[in-house]
């Protein structure tokens, strides 16, 4: 984060550092949280306990079952909460210009890029394997910097926002991959009635409409049309987010009175604390039953860990190195390129979107969702851990480094 992010101005303050602060504290709390439901999904699904956890999950309610709720519509609002921070970094925040953008994007485009072309490497003679391709493109930002809280001051500040700002653009990415290669057959009248709703939402928006509650009714509305439409639900949660007004009302001059960062900091904790950790509850749960080494190194897991671990710091690490050869961007401010090589580990920490992608690419292949675990949480295992000894030990940098974009 730039300099000007200390100037205390009139309106604001030292507010928004603050709020960035606590945003830091949200996800690192919650990376930790999730953790912990991790470790408890695989004790439960190898107890006795299993098979009312499994049978729970395959409860049907109002049509759809209690994995499904979970998936579509708790993660929707996982989905609203990504978008809304997509949309204020892009516009009011630390990828609201050019120069900001270019480090932590190529970053982010080499950690999606490499990932999937390991993957393809290991998978390629299996057709029904193939679609798996973008499981390991992703990062899990409350994990990564659950693992950078425990470093504590051992991990410059820059850092922390280098790997958040480039999360959220390698969650934009798969944002994206998702609506154009994880979408079904479409239901052209629902998706019609989504588009009718979101027009709704714009429109909202255009009249300078400030309150929240009449956005959500209609996003709610929109939610329901796009899982009828054949486009993943969640995806209803980006575009509710997009329209959501991010200028506060005409009388109100604080950033933080303006409806976006009201709903944003309103669900921030809900989903940290609760919609991720029950969403890594309903989906981490993998029993080893019948599982032996052969099922690691077999393709299908043995490319998404790959992908990980492998392929995300090559990636990551690649376009940093890549980015200062080619003069486009400096180191982020006061850190190593050891320390960058440790980030571009945790990178690799996949578990959310990774877990969310697999139940996509595999829908009612269970053998292959299972299969596909193993390798998201070998993958993340061993990038969280490689990513903290290396963090742990790096060398601080002398303090006259100096980093031309500013994190």
């Not at 993340?380 to 903290?388: M, R, V």
Request: charged share 10%; glycine share 10%; aromatic share 8%.
């Amino acid at each position: 984060m730039g300099q000007g992010q200390h100037r205390k101005t009139p309106a604001t303050g030292m507010r928004r550092i603050s709020l960035m602060r606590r945003f830091f504290d949200s996800e690192a709390s919650g990376g930790i949280l999730l953790m912990g439901v991790t470790i408890l999904a695989l004790v439960v699904a190898n107890s006795p306990l299993s098979g009312a956890y499994f049978g729970i999950l395959k409860t049907y309610v109002l049509g759809l079952s209690v994995q499904h709720w979970i998936n579509d519509a708790l993660m929707a609002v996982f989905f609203l909460l990504v978008g809304l921070e997509i949309k204020r970094e892009f516009l009011d925040g630390q990828l609201s210009t050019w120069p900001r953008r270019i480090l932590p994007g190529i970053a982010a485009l080499g950690g999606m890029v490499v990932p999937a072309l390991v993957y393809i490497a290991v998978t390629w003679t299996d057709p029904v394997l193939r679609a798996g391709w973008a499981i390991p493109a992703a990062t899990d930002i409350a994990f990564a910097l659950g693992v950078l809280s425990i470093l504590g001051a051992r991990v410059p500040t820059s850092l922390k926002i280098f790997l958040t700002a480039l999360a959220i653009l390698d969650d934009l990415g798969a944002i994206i991959i998702i609506a154009l290669f994880y979408t079904s057959d479409l239901a052209v009248p629902m998706l019609g009635l989504a588009g009718l709703c979101l027009a709704a939402l714009i429109a909202l928006n255009r009249f300078g409409i400030a309150r929240i509650l009449p956005y959500l009714a209609i996003g709610a509305l929109m939610w329901f049309f796009v899982l009828k439409s054949g486009i993943h639900a969640t995806l209803a949660g980006v575009a509710l987010a997009l329209t959501i007004p991010l200028h506060p009302e005409p009388k109100k001059t604080r950033a933080e009175d303006s409806p976006l960062h009201r709903l944003e900091h309103a669900i921030q904790p809900w989903v940290a604390y609760a919609i991720i950790p029950i969403f890594g509850l309903a989906n981490a749960g993998l029993s080893f039953e019948g599982f032996s080494l052969s099922s690691l190194v077999s393709p299908l897991p043995m490319g998404v860990a790959l992908g990980l671990f492998l392929g995300k710091q090559i990636g990551v690490y690649g376009a940093i190195l890549a980015a200062g050869r080619l003069g486009l961007a400096d180191l982020p401010a006061g850190a190593s390129r050891l320390q960058c090589y440790g980030v571009a580990l945790l990178c690799g920490i996949g578990f959310t979107m990774s877990l969310f992608i697999d139940a996509l690419a595999f829908g009612g292949r269970n053998d292959l969702i299972d299969s596909a675990k193993i390798g998201v949480l070998a993958g993340s295992f061993l990038s969280a851990l490689c990513g903290f000894l290396v963090l742990r030990f790096a060398p601080r940098p002398a303090p006259q480094r100096r980093a031309a974009v500013s994190m």
